[in-house]
């Protein structure tokens, strides 16, 4: 069983920045394999990927953010984070973490990123 809590969310200025975090619950073992990722979803639109980070580190990013975001994990402390550079009013969305492919019973509340112009 796992326990995804995202935090760091919050109201900013286009061209600022703002950390997201996601705190898992679970046995490290588990957490250690998974690939864990960043969702978000827009007033009117379905929820999309944003970034993903393999067990081994390794990333991807969708190529609405690539260059600007982040994704990083500490295995040791069952964590999974989301550095967002140069953000945009279209950033504007819910944030959610969860493994990749996702799994329904790991939806958190997802934390609010406004970004205003």
């Known amino acids: 069983q796992v326990s995804l809590v995202e935090s760091g969310g919050g109201l900013v200025q286009a061209g600022g920045s703002l950390r997201l975090s996601c705190a898992a619950a679970?046995?490290?073992?588990?957490?250690?394999?998974?690939?864990m990722a960043w969702y978000r979803q827009a007033p009117g639109k379905q929820r999309e990927l944003v970034a993903r980070?393999?067990?081994?580190?390794?990333?991807y990013y969708a190529d609405s953010v690539r260059g600007r975001f982040t994704i990083s994990r500490d295995n040791a402390e069952n964590m999974v984070y989301l550095q967002m550079n140069s953000l945009k009013p279209e950033d504007t969305a819910v944030y959610y973490c969860?493994?990749?492919?996702?799994?329904?019973?790991?939806w958190g509340q997802g934390t609010q990123v406004t970004v205003s112009s």
């Open positions: 969860n493994t990749l492919p996702p799994l329904q019973a790991y």
């Open positions: 679970a046995s490290r073992t588990i957490f250690t394999i998974k690939t």
């Open positions: 980070i393999t067990s081994g580190g390794d990333t």
